[in-house]
Each structure stands twice: as structure tokens, then as C-alpha cells.
């Protein structure tokens, strides 16, 4: 049974993994995930493909949010400056594997300008901030017929690798998962270094750590950098995943189910974020099954439920707030907690 995790020195504190089951359970996790095209049918990899991209992105918000407590209400249209920048770029001939990180260093770029109002204000201000950078770029994808399509939106030419194009799920899918596991990894990395450490100083009491000796500007501005490079890979990835955008996909409400993701996952973990994802993804999918299923005994179910998808996004924001702060990570490491101790009681 394992009673605990004890360290000897600074080096294996410092590990990603703190123990070998942990690192040997994440192994084969891995492995069952990059088998799902051999076994898993077109519907399962095409929710995983979404459910990857949505991964990328919940990792970048809780990265800002979560770690530095810098709400971001502009997530969403993040998302569609990355997916954009690799349309134009894949017009102009470049690869998708240099496309892919010049979305993510554009969008971070953005995401410096639209962090600025961050250095004076803060909390429901902040928040009011990033609302209206929000509305600018999206009245941006409408209008800027010459790069983004206008409204009836724009192709994005597919990734291809050593002439193979990457083209339905089962190609996409190890792209969209080879970035997620890398960006995880990355985040996860983040966490343990100065800047993670510089994050979470300023999220708990900015003014103390600036006493202390953080940086106050350099780390906010990080913060919403680092947060929109991941916004701009994961919408990369969504226009490569896709092939046609148009600007009606980045709306608020898809800043809101990101806001949502990390809520409910859990802020400040790389876990909750990858909780968060898959289940607010399944939510919409959930309600749609169980209209499908209900149908047959109630014609008009369909017409109920699926417009509740905002509903339940805002519901399960209270409800978590409310009953479980700490999210789907929290639960989980009960749940750990509980196994490690069986059959004694915690």
C-alpha cells in the first residue's frame, strides 16, 4: 500500500511526476490515448479532436486565470486571431509547422496590447477590459474581408507533412494531441519555475509580491502572453482541424465555456484544466443525446433542451463556486486520497 511520497533532496521535489506509479499510470495513459485511431470509430475521434483543442485553450485561461488571477473575458477571440493568422500564412505558402507557432507568438502579441489595462485595474474591471478587446476583434474578423473572409468567413489549407496531407480525424488527430501533450507537459513546467511561482504571488496579493521583489508588469504581461499563445495554438489547430471559420464560432459565449472549463476543472492545475475541458465538452453532447433519446416518447424535447446549453454553462459555474471551488481536480484527489488509505478511513 502506498502510505506516502517523501523526499530526499531538492532535485526529486522538483520532479514532474513524484512517484514512479504516478509516472508509470501517465505512461499508459498515453499509450491508450495515441491507440484511440486504431480502435475508437469516427465520432469518438472527432470528440477528441475537439476535446484536444478545447485542452490547449483551458490550459492558456487557467495559465492567466488561474495561476495569476487575471480574468480574461477575450479568450474566445484569441482562439480565432490564431486561426486566422494560419489561414493567411497557409494562403501564402508557409508550412503548417512554422504557421502553427507564428499564430501562437501573433496572438501572444495581442494578448501583451490587451493585458496592458491589467497594470491599472483589476478584478470586474479587468474583466470589463477584456470584454471590450473582445467585441474589437470580433468586429475585426467581420470586417477585414482581405484576411479573415468577412462574414462568410474563409478556407484554411490543410497541414501537410513530408507531402501526406492532413486531412479528416485520424490524421488530426495525433497533431492535435502531440501539441496538447507538449503544451500540458509545458504548462505543467511553467508552474514550477520562477514565473509560476511569480503568477501565483501576484494572484494571492499583488502588492506584497512586488514587495518581495515580482515584477509587477513583466509578470501580468506574461501572464496574458503566455495565455494567448496557447488561445492562438488551439485555434490554429481548430481552423486546420475544421478547414472553413467563419467569425460566428468566436463568440462571447465560447469565452464563457472556457471560463466555465476552468472553473468547473479546477483553477490553477494543469488536471483542472483537462477536466474542465472534457467535460463542459461532453455537456452539449449530453443534452443532445439524451434529446435524441427522448424524442420518440416527446416530440418537442429537442426543442427544450438544446438551447439550454448556456444554461447549464452558467449553472454549473454557481454550483461549483458554491459547493466545490476547487473543481474536478479537487474530487479527484479525494478520490486518490481515498484509495491510497484503503481499506483505512481518512
Not at 530526499?8 to 491508450?32: G, P
Not at 500564412?89 to 495581442?110: D, E, K, N, Q, S
Not at 490587451?114 to 473582445?134: D, E, N, Q
Request: aromatic share 14%; hydrophobic share 55%; proline share 3%.
Amino acid at each position: 500500500m502506498r502510505t506516502g511520497v517523501f523526499h530526499e533532496n531538492f532535485a526529486s521535489e522538483e520532479r514532474l511526476w513524484d512517484s514512479s506509479t504516478a509516472r508509470n499510470w501517465m505512461i499508459a495513459f498515453a499509450l491508450s490515448v495515441f491507440t484511440l485511431p486504431f480502435w475508437g470509430s469516427d465520432y469518438m475521434l472527432a470528440m477528441a479532436c475537439i476535446v484536444g483543442i478545447h485542452v490547449i485553450a483551458s490550459l492558456g485561461l487557467n495559465l492567466t486565470t488561474g495561476n495569476a488571477g487575471l480574468i480574461s473575458l477575450s479568450h474566445g477571440a484569441f482562439l480565432g486571431v490564431g486561426c486566422y493568422t494560419v489561414a493567411w500564412l497557409g494562403r501564402h505558402g508557409i508550412p503548417f509547422y512554422f504557421a502553427l507557432p507564428l499564430a501562437g507568438f501573433v496572438t501572444a502579441f495581442l494578448g501583451i496590447i490587451v493585458g496592458l489595462p491589467s497594470l491599472r485595474v483589476k478584478g470586474l474591471y479587468l474583466a470589463i477590459a477584456t470584454l471590450a478587446a473582445h467585441f474589437i476583434l470580433t468586429f475585426i474578423f467581420r470586417e477585414w474581408d482581405s484576411v479573415t473572409g468577412g462574414v462568410s468567413g474563409t478556407s484554411i489549407p490543410r497541414a501537410s507533412l513530408f507531402g501526406i496531407e492532413l486531412v479528416g480525424d485520424r490524421r488530426n488527430f495525433y497533431l492535435i494531441f502531440i501539441c496538447a501533450f507538449a503544451m500540458a507537459v509545458a504548462a505543467r513546467n511553467l508552474a514550477r519555475t520562477h514565473i509560476g511561482r511569480a503568477f501565483v504571488a501576484v494572484r494571492d496579493r499583488d502588492i506584497s509580491a512586488e514587495i518581495l521583489g515580482v515584477n509587477l508588469l513583466r509578470t501580468k504581461l506574461t501572464a496574458f502572453a503566455v495565455g494567448a499563445f496557447y488561445a492562438g495554438v488551439a485555434g490554429g489547430l481548430l481552423g486546420y482541424f475544421y478547414g472553413n471559420i467563419t467569425p460566428d464560432y468566436f463568440v462571447l459565449t465560447l469565452a464563457v465555456f472556457y471560463l466555465a472549463a476552468v472553473i468547473v476543472g479546477g483553477l490553477g492545475t494543469v488536471l483542472g484544466s483537462v477536466l474542465g475541458a472534457v467535460f463542459m465538452t461532453f455537456v452539449p453532447e449530453a443534452l443532445r443525446i439524451s434529446a435524441q433519446l427522448s424524442s420518440q416518447w416527446f416530440p418537442n424535447i429537442a426543442g427544450l433542451l438544446l438551447p439550454m446549453g448556456q444554461v447549464v454553462f452558467g449553472l454549473l459555474i454557481i454550483v461549483f463556486l458554491i459547493f466545490e471551488p476547487h473543481g474536478l481536480a479537487a474530487i479527484w484527489a479525494r478520490v486518490r486520497r481515498t484509495f491510497h488509505l484503503w481499506p483505512f478511513r481518512t
